[in-house]
C-alpha cells in the first residue's frame, strides 16, 4: 500500500513503530473495526445501545494505564475493540439522549480526511482549501439566515461561540477593554432568559464580567423570553447604575426547544442601543454538535480587530499573498481545527433542499409522538412542542389518577431516574431527563436524527412503559 | 457490510443519502483516497508537499459554492480527492514549517475512532469510556513531570489552556471575581517574557484583565525571561497600585526554544505570593497539536469550584452513578471533544520510553543540522538552540562577507520571503520565517518528526542555497 517504502526503510531499523507500511496496516485493521462495531453493530437495533459497566469494572476491562514500553499491534488492535465496544453508540437508533442525531457518512468522511490532513486553521499558507471552504460555508450560513454580509469563524463548540459574541459586544461598546481591561469601567449586564444555556453564565464569569451580572429574564409558560420583563429589567439595571450592552436570545432552548420572540426583543435592544445575539446551538443537522456551531456577526471586520495581537512570528507581513487569507488572528486561539469540511461535503451531498428535508422530517416524527403520547394513558406532556424537544413526564400505572395526593410530586420525581437507570443498565435506550424551575423530573425526547422511523417512535414509548410499568 | 439492511431498506426509499449501505461505501471509497493521497503519496518525498494555487484560481478548481441540490457520490468523491490534492501535506517529510512532526498511525487510528464514536466529554453517562481515560491520560502527564496529585482537562489548543489557567489563577485570588466580575477589583496584572506566545495577551483581553496588564518581562540572550527583572517589574507594579497575581512562564518558546529558568521564577512567585503557570505547548509528540494540549494543575477541585455552573439539565443530582465522574462543570465548554483517545493509543503503542527515545531522536537531528549548518558558509544561526527549534539566516552568496554595509540588514529582511514563495510555489519544502524584536526576518526550522533522516536535514539545506543562491 504505501508508494514509498524504499526512503523508510532505513527508519525500520531504529525507529519500528513508525513505519509506514505497519502503520497503514494498523489503520486499516482499525478502520474495518469502526465499520463493524461502530457503523454496523453501533447502528443496529439488534444490538445494544451501551453496554453499561460501574466504572470500577469498566476501568478494570479497560486497562487503562500507561506504561513505559509499548504493546503489539494486535493487543492495540484489541483495544481499539474494547473501545469501541465499551463506548456509547451515538448514532444508534435507539440513542435519544439530547445532541445526536445519527451518522452522516458524508459529515464522517469529511472528518477522517480532516484528521488525515492533520492542519490548521491559521494562515492560507498552511490551510489554503480550508481557509476558502471555511468563508464559503459561513457565507451559506449567513444565506440561509438571509444575511448578505457578515463575518464569522467556526469554534470549539456554543459556549465558546458564546463567549465570542459577549467579547465583541463588550469591545463595540468599549473598545478600551482590550487593551485596559474592566479595572475602572461601570458594572456591564448582560440579559438572557431563565431558559437559556448555562454557557451565558459560564461566560460571563470566563470574561471578568461576573455571574451576578447575567440579570435573567422571565420567560411564558413556553419557556420564551419576555420582551417586557427584557425592558423593564434593563431599565431597572441602569437606574441602579450599571451599564447594560448584552442581551442573549435563544432560538430552541435547551430543555424546552423554545423560540424566543426575537422581532420584539429586536425592538427593545434598539430601543437601549444594546447588542442582540442568537444562540442557535441545535445540532439539528446531526454533525458532531462539538464542532458544527459557527458564529456570525454583522459588522465586518469586528472580529478582527477585537481579537488580533498581530504576531510577527505567524502574521508575517511581507508575505506573498493576500494576508487577509490568514484568518487565525479573528480567533483567540492559535491553533484551530478545522471544521468546516464535514459540513461543506454533506451540503454538497443533500443540498440545502435535503438539510430542510431532513429538519421537516424531524419535526414529522415529533409530532407523530405527540400525537401517540395522547393516545396512551401514561404520557402526561409538559407542554406542546416549539421544536423537536418533546418534554413528559411518564405516570406509572401506580400513581395515575392521584395527583391530588400530597407526595404526589415527590413520587413523580423519582420515576425518570429510576426508568432511566434500567435502560442503561439493560442497555436497550437512552433518553434525558432533568428538572426545570419547580417542574420535578421529566424526560426530554430530542428528536434530531432523520434516520428514526415511526416504528422508533412507537418502540420509544413501548419501553417507557415497560420499564416503568411497576413503579 | 452492513448487517442492518433489513431495518433500513424502508428509509432507502424515502431517505436515500442516509442509507447505511451506500454511505458505508462512500465512507469506504474515502478511506482509500486518505491512504493513496494523504498518507502514500502525501509522505513520499516524490510528490510535492504543496500543490500552490492562487486563491482565486483555487476557489475555481475547487468549485466552494454550496447549492440547493445534492451530487452524486462519484462527484463527491472526486472532491475528496481535491481536497486531499490542494491540501498542504503536514505528515511529509518535506513539511519543517512549524507545529507538526509527520504521521503517527496509532493516534490517527485514535482520532478516527474518536470521529466515528461522536461522543461528547461531558458526562459519565455518553462517555464512560472517555471520562475514565482521560484522567489516566491526565495521571500520566502529571507523572512525567513529577507530580502525584492534581487535576486537569484537555482543553481546544495551548491558548485556551493558558486562558484556564489565568481564570483559575484569578479565581484563586480573588474568589468573588466568578460572581461580581472584575468591576470594583484594583488593576490585576500579569507577567510574561517579551518571547512567549501572543495567546497570553489574547488571554488578558478575553478575559477582561486588559493586555496593558500583561507586563513584558525581559529575556536574556538565549531568549529566557530573567527573573531579577520579573522581581523588579512585580515590585513596581505594586508600587503603582496594580495587583500582580500570574506569571506565565514558557518551557519552549515559540519561536526560539527557549526554556525559562522554572526555579528562579518560582522563587520570586513563591516571594510575592503570585500563581506561577508553565507553558509548555510544544508538540513533540506529534499528535495534532490543535488538540493535544492539556491542562494541569496542582489545587484538587478548584477547576470544577471555578467553572462550575451546576446545570440541573445536564448534572443531575439524582443520578445513579458517582457525579464526580461528570466531568463537564470542571469545563468552561458544555460539548466537550473527546481528545485523549489518540495520545493514548500512542502511549499503549510506544510506552513512554517510546516518547522519551522520539524527543532524543528529535533533538538529534537538530544537532546534526546545527553541525551540517556550520560546515557551509551560507547559515548563520541566530544562536545555539537549546530545544529542536534551530534559527537561522541563509546568506545569499552575494551578500557574504558584506556585513558592514548600510542596507546589509534589509536586504537580509527579504531574502527569507524570498526562498519561501519560491519552495512553496515549486512544492518541494516548507519552512516558517518571522522577524524577532531588532533581527530581521530568519529562518525557524522546528525538527519535530521522529521521521526525518539525516538526509532530510542535508536536503533542507541544499535546498535553501538551491533556492536563494541567486539572491
Known amino acids: 500500500i504505501s508508494s ?11 525507529w519500528p513503530l513508525v513505519d509506514h507500511t505497519e502503520g497503514q496496516l494498523f489503520l486499516n485493521d482499525t478502520f474495518k473495526i469502526i465499520m463493524e462495531e461502530v457503523l454496523c453493530k453501533g447502528t443496529d437495533i439488534k444490538h445494544k445501545v451501551c453496554e453499561w459497566k460501574e466504572p470500577k469494572e469498566l476501568a478494570l476491562l479497560l486497562d487503562l494505564e500507561l506504561r513505559a514500553t509499548g504493546e503489539p499491534q494486535h493487543r492495540l488492535l484489541q483495544r481499539v475493540q ?26 464522517l468522511a469529511g472528518r477522517f480526511l480532516t484528521e488525515a490532513l492533520n492542519t490548521n486553521l491559521y494562515t492560507y499558507e498552511v490551510a489554503p482549501v480550508f481557509v476558502l471552504m471555511e468563508a464559503e460555508v459561513l ?5 440561509l439566515v438571509g444575511w448578505t454580509e457578515g463575518d464569522g469563524l467556526f469554534c470549539p463548540g456554543g459556549s465558546a461561540s458564546n463567549m465570542y459574541a459577549m467579547n465583541i459586544a463588550r469591545y463595540q461598546h468599549f473598545p478600551e477593554v482590550k487593551s485596559q481591561g474592566l479595572c475602572g469601567l461601570p458594572r456591564l449586564n448582560i440579559f438572557t432568559s431563565s431558559d437559556s444555556h448555562y454557557s451565558v453564565k459560564k461566560g460571563a464569569a470566563f ?6 451580572n447575567v440579570i435573567i429574564v422571565e420567560v411564558d409558560e413556553g419557556g420564551r423570553m419576555i420582551p417586557d420583563d427584557l425592558d423593564e429589567k434593563i431599565t431597572l439595571a441602569k437606574s441602579q447604575g450599571a451599564v447594560p450592552f448584552f442581551v442573549s436570545c435563544t432560538s430552541g432552548t435547551t430543555v424546552r426547544g423554545a423560540f424566543d420572540p426575537l422581532d420584539l426583543i429586536a425592538d427593545v435592544c434598539e430601543k437601549h ?4 445575539h442568537v444562540d442557535v446551538s441545535h445540532p439539528v443537522y446531526n454533525t458532531n454538535p462539538c464542532l458544527l456551531t459557527s458564529f456570525c456577526c454583522t459588522v465586518l471586520d469586528l472580529l478582527r480587530k477585537c481579537h488580533s495581537a498581530n504576531a ?8 506573498f499573498y493576500d494576508l487577509n487569507l490568514d484568518v487565525g488572528d479573528k480567533s483567540v486561539q492559535c491553533s484551530r481545527k478545522v471544521d468546516c469540511l464535514k459540513l461543506w461535503l454533506m451540503w454538497k451531498a443533500v443540498g440545502s433542499i435535503g438539510f430542510a428535508e431532513r429538519v421537516d422530517k424531524a419535526f414529522n416524527q415529533a409530532r407523530y409522538l405527540v400525537e401517540q403520547m395522547k393516545k396512551r394513558e401514561g404520557f402526561h406532556l409538559l407542554q406542546e412542542p416549539e421544536f423537536v424537544n418533546v418534554c413528559f413526564w411518564f405516570i406509572p400505572p401506580s400513581m395515575r389518577g392521584k395527583e391530588g395526593m400530597a407526595d404526589y410530586q415527590d413520587r413523580l420525581a423519582k420515576v425518570a431516574p429510576v426508568i432511566k437507570e434500567r435502560m442503561m443498565k439493560q442497555g436497550t435506550m437512552m433518553v434525558g431527563y432533568q428538572p426545570l424551575g419547580n417542574k420535578v423530573n421529566f424526560f426530554r425526547m430530542v428528536v434530531f436524527s432523520p434516520l428514526l422511523t415511526q416504528k422508533d417512535m412507537d418502540f420509544f414509548l413501548d419501553e ?5 410499568k411497576d413503579l
Request: proline letters at 2%; hydrophobic letters at 30%.
Open 4 to 14: 514509498n517504502n524504499e526512503y523508510f526503510y532505513g527508519i525500520k531499523k531504529e
Open 82 to 107: 474494547d473501545v469501541a465496544k465499551y463506548s456509547i453508540k451515538t448514532s444508534h437508533p435507539r440513542f435519544m439522549n439530547q445532541q445526536f442525531g445519527g451518522v452522516d457518512y458524508h459529515a
Open 139 to 143: 457565507r451559506g450560513l449567513r444565506q
Open 207 to 212: 470574561l471578568g464580567i461576573g455571574t451576578d
Open 273 to 276: 442601543k444594546l447588542w442582540m
Open 312 to 319: 510577527t512570528y505567524l502574521f508575517q507581513q511581507d508575505k
Open 464 to 468: 417507557i412503559e415497560r420499564l416503568g
